[in-house]
């Protein structure tokens, strides 16, 4: 059985770090299912008349099913990965028969389940030219995709990019909320320690480390403001 190169594939091996660099900012995998891209999977089933169509993200050493229309698996190994060739181009990857193409003839998901003969995939591509994965549709019968077919494939996976975007955009805003509220909560302890202050000997030492970690909170609240 010939299975595809991986390192032979890739651009360069730097490329494919930042790549998977990428991925992981992303924080997509192995996370739950998400209605709004379910409904753009099952939309690239129906408009091209096949029965699986998935949304797949592309890790080191497997793809990872984000979405899923009539398959049970979850994953594969990238070895066997049609996506993993997907990934290598900006334009729709076809292959018409995975039983005549000498790449795919011998893949154990085109001998068995499940039977792939007909794929198609679209790279998920970030804004900085990284293809995260694909949004791909798989029949068991060989076919070819008719323009608008494959036009309809390109706006689905734009679509699906676009919603990666704002999940992130959405975590990251998270992410710098709790900052807040944990810089929020030193300066109110160091408001709380400077109100409770006896007037003993030692008192102006102790306000001189107050202030230093004062600062320190009001330099973090600037560098969050900023951001």
Same mark, same amino acid.
């Given at each position: 059985?010939?299975?595809?190169?991986?390192?032979?594939?890739?651009?360069?091996?730097?490329?494919?770090? +930042?790549?998977?660099?990428?991925?992981?900012?992303?924080?997509?995998?192995?996370?739950?299912?998400?209605?709004?891209?379910?409904?753009?999977?099952? @939309?690239?089933?129906?408009? %091209?008349?096949?029965?699986?169509? =998935?949304?797949?993200?592309?890790?080191?050493? /497997?793809?990872? !099913?984000?979405?899923?229309?009539?398959?049970?698996?979850?994953?594969?190994? /990238?070895?066997?990965? !049609? %996506?993993?060739?997907?990934?290598?181009?900006?334009?729709? $990857?076809?292959?018409?028969? +995975?039983?005549?193409?000498?790449? $795919?003839?011998?893949?154990?998901?085109?001998?068995?389940?499940?039977?792939?003969? !007909?794929?198609?995939?679209?790279? =998920?591509?970030?804004?900085?030219?990284?293809?995260?994965?694909?949004? %791909?549709?798989?029949?068991?019968?060989?076919?070819?995709?008719?323009?608008?077919?494959?036009?309809?494939?390109?706006?689905?996976?734009?679509?699906?990019?676009?919603? $990666?975007? &704002?999940?992130?955009? /959405? &975590?990251? /805003?998270?992410?710098?909320?709790?900052?807040?509220?944990?810089? @929020?909560?030193? =300066?109110?302890?160091?408001?709380?320690?400077?109100?409770?202050?006896?007037?003993?000997?030692?008192?102006?030492?102790?306000?001189?480390?107050?202030?230093?970690?004062?600062?320190?909170?009001?330099?973090?609240?600037?560098?969050?403001?900023?951001?």
């Amino acid at each position: 059985m010939v299975l595809p190169n991986i390192n032979a594939l890739a651009d360069s091996p730097s490329r494919e770090a +930042a790549r998977l660099q990428a991925l992981q900012q992303y924080e997509l995998l192995d996370t739950s299912a998400e209605q709004e891209l379910d409904e753009l999977t099952e @939309l690239a089933s129906q408009l %091209c008349g096949v029965p699986i169509s =998935l949304i797949t993200l592309v890790a080191e050493k /497997r793809q990872w !099913f984000k979405s899923k229309v009539g398959l049970d698996l979850s994953e594969t190994p /990238r070895t066997v990965s !049609f %996506c993993h060739h997907a990934i290598t181009d900006s334009q729709v $990857f076809e292959v018409m028969d +995975a039983r005549t193409d000498y790449r $795919f003839q011998d893949n154990p998901l085109v001998t068995g389940n499940p039977n792939i003969r !007909f794929y198609a995939g679209m790279p =998920l591509i970030t804004p900085q030219g990284h293809a995260l994965g694909t949004l %791909c549709i798989i029949d068991t019968e060989p076919r070819i995709l008719t323009i608008e077919q494959r036009q309809a494939l390109e706006v689905l996976a734009r679509q699906v990019m676009l919603h $990666f975007e &704002l999940r992130r955009s /959405r &975590l990251e /805003r998270e992410k710098e909320k709790q900052k807040l509220y944990q810089v @929020l909560a030193e =300066l109110q302890q160091v408001k709380t320690q400077v109100e409770n202050l006896p007037a003993a000997a030692g008192t102006q030492d102790r306000l001189l480390a107050l202030q230093e970690k004062l600062e320190n909170v009001v330099q973090r609240l600037e560098t969050l403001a900023s951001a």
